[in-house]
């Protein structure tokens, strides 16, 4: 078994990308894309949102963008990275150069354990020679769907201002453009070695996702998929959102686990199901979150702050700690900061990604206004919106025991249907839609995508809110936000950044694998300095980015089930050495559900082709002598030397009762006699001498 | 080793289904119902025969229960709160979810009945608390050895067939089932499973029956034609499951003729059981479930809540009350107002358990007095209109769900025993599969021999016995199957045909796993060659005087292609069985070789008979495996020119 990992990600929405070869297959092991890579590019440049007395127009202003001109190029390598340093071209998508290293028909079984790990799936299955069989879980493949739809409908502002890029590469993927681009962005472009430029593609069409989706396989938690009759793949609740896993993969030589970022208790999803997860030979460790954790600057103690509305972003620094304690406190804090805006006339925009988070503030803003008996509305705007919002109150499969237990007494799963009934909650396909500008009232609290701040409604209220210092922002951290926040300077308007619980704990990640009990672990290079994993228990590796490591510890031997009717027909024969007892195996070999089974098969097939038995051993001239004399044979015997005196032949004469001789070398012994019973006899003596299998 | 199932109910009835099996030392109880034709003790199972002491924590691994009907569930408050049984439930997670309102509305209609209660409200909220809910093919580990999943299996929301394995012994309880789709549910759906038993309802298990479309028009005409004359329609049913699968019927059927006369519900009941439907879309059929984004099926238009002043208001109506089969309550009372009257009509379900007023309507001709209670007396005369479609499967259905499974054992149970003894006959009769069909409190014991044993294999054998000849096999399970091709499925398993295996060996160590592993490489481990073992003679014949020499002596081309071709002839026609090649240089019959021997001095030679003159030398080789054959063909060499008789 072999396991390389092709990228370690970056937090809750680029989760890392592994490809782990087992028992002959391939596994790619989730298949992202870095969203987060599109704040090098401008927002969607020449569309406003404007209010005038109250109501709502938009126009678009095409302006000529040169990018060719010398004077541009010099302006750029002058000015300041600021907005205008910002790539204005139809962005394209970041997915994961190493995986264009890997022949993708050699792949063979995708596996998707969130939302987040399918987006950059199409680019593969479009792909004609890709064959792999895909599964993940039914919620998490909806939630991606629409994620995935949800971006293609937003990409096309670009192409209504940029045009439709055709096959040439773009200008700024040229290296003399490249050159230019201020560290902060070639970064991005680039990758820190230069390698990453390979990653960009154009992004898939509506036809790619449909396609894409039809090749995935989706199951529910825990569900035994037999792959190829081989592999026994399982998915389990993983707790990071709805429908999130981690996998479980039998196959005869073993099984494996896949731990992907996990939350052991959540406010909506499925906690965590470690218990399915125990006893597996080896657990790939791939919950990279403390990595990715904020620049721990919890020291200073300041606690929740809103941000200063000038360039340094205020982070609201948490620690995330596996206590949903702390995730309710964030989600208040979220609610009052909102509160406050709003009672101050701002609004409220909320471009976070996390269904279940978005979910739970649509819950709580909506209990906050109610119990300050507050009026305004709430708006989601987005293309999926309706589906998404009449999808989570259908799974309840897929939910925690609090919202399961809603389903039994008799309660919607969450409260948001009621909101919509009492037309406090709106939703709106797009910012231009007609039911948005009829419905349209401020201040508001808007959910809506992109988190990035580059793409979809959040582009048009940021550029129409970014100037009212009573209008609050919420993000996530994981963005930068300097580079987030680049073409909306100057920011009156407030900053809330805060993280949410993205996955295991470090302190909690030994406890983990110790209940766990695996025999071998492959831990994250990167954490090794912070765990100290208990070598007692079970050997570990560790490993990086880039790299293939081999996982030691599988079984030597694959199970083999023999069918107890045919174990009872075997002839079993004791050797002469070491007390081994062997029997000739037959019957019929097949691969059932994982397993080796041999079984009593087609009887005319096996019982027309038994095979002779093989004698094994070496005769030794003088025991061969004495056991034939003492069958009463008289012999006498010869030696011959083969013609290069390195073959010896024995040959022994039997004289009486009836004329015969043996030859015997190292592999082989011919008695000749015209005698059926004397060749009987001597053949007798000389198995006698060898074991016969 | 032995499956044991203890039939508790259902058994040659229909009613109280609970069936105890024991796999190994895991004991599963399947269903917990009650009867609602008795309401004495033969009410419930006779839970004692599974535990004497009433240990039932310890002598019971899981209860699962297939789906919210009480004839499924209705003991199960009865037998967590009052027997104290306190260990896992399963159930799937509708089932979780309704299977309170039904136990609840059953409750109450006891409560009027003035029987004694069995348990109360706050009893079943209890009850259902103690219960895991489980998905669709999830797979529940409920401990270390014993596995169980749920399949679907349509009938109503939520309803499942369970699989449940212990080691190699695998064994599926169907509960009630649907192999056709309806209005608001899909038809059962399970995976091909190697089983040793399956435990199958047989309702109509002698009916076989055609569209079910025209089934639901000729429902939907009795209806119509009754409130057209200014008549009241009432469907007594159960708030679940037939009321929404009727309610959508109806609710489309007023769209489409535009009709306005009023559809009641009961009571409030049934209007929140429909919410529940609406979260749990998923368990719905496919159609149902593609439009619920737009407009959820159970939101119905037509359809409102139905006030107790409104039994005697003039001017028709369709009414839909609780309990089903007439056993009581709301539509016991309902059904004494209106039952009088000609224009009115009653629906029957195409079932009514024994001891039930619809039962005995079942078999009347109006009119009709029947006896409610011992003072009670009522003169039917109004129209009764029994449905003659159904959430139960028919016997074609059984057939071909026990045909596609091929246990090596059936259980018929939940049907009547005449019907039951018929189809019994057919299971074994027609597919060959041994069937039995127990009366209550009958114990079928089904032998069952630990099916593997396990060993370790090598890869250099898995390799060898693999690679070359990969063929799949049929049989075995392929995710969601369905029946219609019952014999063109594959299995994604691969088997293979030839004896490849033959190079393995199994070799068992004291204190060691055995492992099977393949012979070169036993070889190698014990440091040892293979030793041939073979024969060699060269056999005289002498054609001194033959008549088959002198005949030939004239042709110049008596030589060794001559003779060889001779024995080729004489061979084939006393081994016709065997297959003879002829090399040319030599022929070859298995391991044995034979060709004309030139050679002067040849080692093969019994030494007395070096080259006489007039004779040819047949000279033979061959290996100890075909020391008999080799024999058999040097008698003939040596008789080679006697004429056969
Ligand atoms: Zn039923
Ligand atoms: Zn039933
Ligand atoms: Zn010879």
């Not at chain 2, 109360?120 to 103690?130: A, D, G, H, T, Y």
Request: glycine share 6%.
């Amino acid at each position: 078994m072999e396991f390389t990992c092709l990228s370690e990600g970056r937090g809750f929405y680029f989760p890392p990308c592994h490809i782990l070869d087992i028992c002959g297959f391939r596994v790619l092991l989730d298949c992202p894309m870095d969203l987060s890579s599109l704040t090098m590019f401008m927002p969607v440049p020449t569309d406003s949102f404007t209010m005038c007395n109250g109501e709502i127009t938009s126009r678009s202003c095409q302006r000529s963008m040169d990018l060719d001109s010398n004077e541009n190029k010099r302006r750029k390598i002058n000015k300041p990275f600021d907005e205008s340093s910002l790539i204005r071209a139809e962005p394209r998508y970041k997915i994961i150069k190493n995986l264009l290293l890997w022949d993708v028909s050699s792949i063979d079984v995708v596996l998707i354990s969130s939302p987040m790990g399918i987006l950059g799936l199409p680019f593969l299955t479009c792909n004609k020679d890709f064959s792999a069989k895909v599964y993940a879980t039914e919620a998490a493949a909806r939630f991606g769907q629409l994620m995935m739809e949800d971006l293609v409908t937003m990409h096309k502002e670009f192409r209504q201002v940029y045009g439709s890029e055709g096959s040439v590469s773009p200008q700024w993927m040229k290296w003399e453009e490249l050159e230019l681009l201020p560290s902060e962005l070639k970064e991005i472009a680039l990758g820190k070695d230069g390698s990453e430029l390979a990653g960009w593609m154009s992004l898939y069409s509506a036809a790619d996702v449909k396609d894409c989706m039809q090749k995935i396989q989706s199951l529910k938690y825990a569900e035994e998929v037999f792959y190829n009759g081989t592999l026994i793949i399982k998915a389990f609740a993983s707790g990071l959102e709805i429908g999130t896993c981690n996998w479980s993969i039998i196959c005869p030589k073993g099984s494996i686990a896949y731990l992907s970022s996990s939350v052991l208790t959540s406010a909506t999803a499925m906690c965590l199901d470690y218990t399915s997860l125990q006893r597996n030979d080896v657990i790939i460790y791939a919950d990279f979150t403390p990595c990715h954790a904020s620049n721990k600057s919890s020291d200073d103690n300041n606690g929740p702050s809103t941000a200063d509305p000038n360039l340094s972003v205020g982070n609201v620094d948490w620690e995330a700690i596996a206590d949903d304690y702390q995730e309710m406190e964030k989600l208040d804090f979220i609610c009052s900061c909102s509160m406050d805006s709003i009672k101050a006339g701002g609004s409220v925009l909320i471009p976070v990604g996390r269904i279940g988070m978005v979910l739970q503030l649509l819950e709580r803003i909506a209990l906050c206004l109610e119990s300050q008996n507050l009026k305004f509305p709430i708006f989601i705007v987005s293309s999926v919106a309706e589906e998404l919002m009449a999808y989570t109150n259908v799974i309840p499969e897929w939910l925690n025991k609090q919202r399961q237990d809603r389903l039994y007494s008799g309660q919607q799963l969450f409260n948001h249907v009621k909101l919509l009934n009492d037309k406090r909650l709106q939703l709106f396909p797009a910012i231009h839609s007609l039911k948005l500008l009829t419905n349209w009232k401020e201040p508001c609290i808007v959910f809506c995508p992109h988190w990035s701040l580059r793409l979809g409604p959040v582009v048009h209220l940021l550029r129409r809110w970014c100037r009212d210092e009573n209008s609050i922002l919420v993000m996530e951290e994981g963005v930068d936000s300097n580079l987030a926040l680049l073409p909306f300077r100057p920011m009156k308007m407030k900053v809330l950044q805060c993280s949410f619980l993205s996955g295991i704990e470090l302190q909690f990640s030994q406890h983990l694998l110790k209940t766990l009990q695996p025999r071998h672990v492959l831990f994250p290079e990167k954490l090794r300095q912070h765990v100290d994993l208990p070598k007692n228990l079970f050997s570990s590796s560790y490993y990086s980015e880039d790299e293939t490591l081999n996982v030691p510890n599988l079984e030597e031997n694959s199970e083999l089930d023999i069918a107890v009717d045919l174990a009872l027909q075997l002839h079993y024969t004791t050797l002469k050495q070491e007390n081994i007892r062997v029997a000739r195996l037959k019957g019929e070999l097949a691969l059932e559900q994982g397993k080796y089974r041999l079984l009593l098969g087609n009887d005319q097939v096996v019982s027309s082709q038994v095979r002779s038995a093989v004698h094994l051993g070496r005769i030794e001239l003088d025991v061969l002598l004495t056991e034939l004399r003492k069958n009463g044979l008289n012999i006498t015997v010869e030696e011959i030397m083969s013609a290069d005196g390195l073959h010896k032949t024995s040959l022994v004469h039997v004289l009486e009762p009836q004329k015969a001789t043996i030859e015997i070398t190292k592999a082989q012994t011919l008695i000749c006699t015209a005698n059926n019973d004397l060749a009987c006899q001597i053949s007798e003596v000389v198995s006698s001498l060898l074991d016969c299998i | 080793m032995a499956i044991e199932c203890l039939v508790l109910g259902a058994g040659q009835e229909v009613g109280k289904s609970c069936v105890v099996v024991t796999i190994n030392d895991k004991k599963i109880m399947f269903d917990c119902g009650m009867h609602m034709g008795y309401s004495d003790n033969r009410r419930y199972p006779d839970f004692s025969l599974i535990s004497k002491s009433g240990d039932f924590n310890n002598s019971l691994t899981c209860i699962v229960v297939t789906h919210f009907h009480l004839d499924h569930i209705g003991a199960l408050p009865y037998f967590t709160e009052v027997c104290g049984y306190n260990g896992p439930i399963y159930m799937t997670y509708p089932t979780k979810a309704l299977a309170p309102l039904m136990l609840e509305d059953n409750r109450k209609v006891v409560d009027r009945r003035g029987e004694e209660e069995q348990f109360s409200s706050e009893q079943i909220l209890e009850c259902m608390k103690k219960v895991t809910a489980v998905d669709l093919k999830q797979t529940v580990q409920v401990d270390k050895d014993l596995q169980i999943r749920a399949y679907y299996a349509g009938h109503v929301l939520g309803a499942a067939m369970f699989y449940a394995r212990v080691g190699d012994a695998a064994i599926v309880y169907t509960g009630d089932y649907n192999m056709t789709p309806d209005r608001h549910l899909g038809a059962a759906q399970i995976d091909r499973l190697q089983l040793d038993l399956v435990i199958t309802e047989s309702t109509y298990a002698t009916t076989y029956r055609d569209s079910k479309y025209a089934r639901e028009r000729e429902f939907l005409k009795t209806v119509h034609k009754c409130v057209a004359g200014g008549g009241k329609v009432l469907i007594p049913t159960f708030a679940l499951g037939r009321a929404q699968e009727l309610c959508m019927l109806l609710d489309d059927y007023w769209e489409q003729m535009n009709l306005k006369v009023p559809i009641y519900f009961s009571a409030g009941l049934t209007l929140q059981a429909n919410m529940y439907y609406k979260m749990l879309i998923n368990w719905t059929s496919q159609k149902v479930k593609d439009t619920y984004a737009t407009r959820n099926a159970f939101d119905f238009k037509h359809v409102c809540s139905f006030d107790r002043s409104l039994i005697n208001a003039p001017g028709p109506c369709v009414l839909f009350a609780t309990p089903g089969m007439i056993s009581g309550g709301f539509s016991l009372e309902v059904f004494k107002q209106w039952a009088p009257y000609e224009s009115n009509l009653i629906t029957l379900p195409g079932y009514c358990v024994a001891g039930t007023i619809g039962h005995k309507l079942m078999s009347a001709k109006t009119p009709v007095r029947i006896n409610i209670d011992k003072d009670t007396q009522i003169d039917v005369r109004c129209q009764i209109h029994q449905l003659s479609f159904s959430p139960h499967t028919d016997a074609k259905g059984i057939l071909d769900l026990v045909k596609f499974l091929s246990p090596k054992n059936v259980i018929l149970v939940h049907g009547e025993k005449p019907k039951i003894a018929k189809l019994k006959e057919k299971v074994q009769s027609e597919l060959g599969i041994q069937c039995f069909d127990p009366a209550n409190n009958e114990t079928v014991s089904i032998p069952f021999t630990t099916h593997y044993e396990k060993v370790g294999a090598s890869d250099a054998l898995l390799r060898s016995t693999l690679s070359p000849n990969l063929k799949f096999l049929r049989k075995c399970s392929e995710q969601g199957s369905d029946f219609s091709d019952l014999d063109v499925r594959t299995k994604p398993g691969l088997q293979v045909f030839d004896d490849r295996m033959a190079e393995g060996i199994l070799m068992v160590q004291r204190n060691q796993k055995t492992k099977a592993l393949h012979q070169d490489e036993l070889m190698a481990m014990l440091g040892v060659e293979s030793h041939e073992i073979k024969f060699a003679n060269c056999c005289p014949v002498d054609i001194a005087n033959s008549d088959t020499r002198n005949a030939f002596l004239s042709q110049p081309t008596v030589d060794k292609s001559f003779w060889q071709h001779l024995l080729f002839e004489k061979l084939s026609s006393k081994f016709p069985e065997t297959s003879i090649q002829d090399y040319g240089e030599h022929l070859q019959i298995e391991s044995f070789y034979v060709s004309v021997c030139t050679k002067e001095m040849c080692p093969h030679r019994t030494a007395s008979l070096q080259c006489m003159p007039e004779t040819v030398y047949f000279c033979c080789t061959w290996s100890i495996a075909d020391e008999k054959l080799a024999w058999e063909i040097i008698s003939v060499i040596k008789n080679l020119l006697l004429k056969d008789e």
